[in-house]
């Protein structure tokens, strides 16, 4: 797979971050499908997001054995 370039991880935050405008809390995963991220990337891109304090990475397991992609503010 090609790595990604930054234009695409800056457009997914910016849906992100205006998802979380909306409501305090945003599934994230149709619009990172959308942009061309599969979870794994939007994973490790929630991660870093909140590691700069910018969201609180609410992507956890499931019972189901999926993941959640939400974010919360």
Known sequence: ???RKFN???EL??????LLE???E?????VSHE???????TRETLEILEM???V???ARPSSFGTETLKVSA
């Not at 945003?26 to 149709?30: L, P, Q, S, Y």
């Not at 942009?35 to 990337?41: A, K, R, T, V, Y």
């Open 1 to 3: 797979m090609p790595e």
């Open 8 to 10: 695409d991880a800056s």
């Open 13 to 18: 935050i910016d849906e992100i971050l205006n």
């Open 22 to 24: 909306e409501g305090e």
């Open 26 to 30: 945003a599934d994230v995963r149709e």
């Open 35 to 41: 942009i061309g991220f599969d979870e794994s990337e």
């Open 52 to 54: 700069m304090g910018l």
């Open 56 to 58: 609180k990475n609410l």
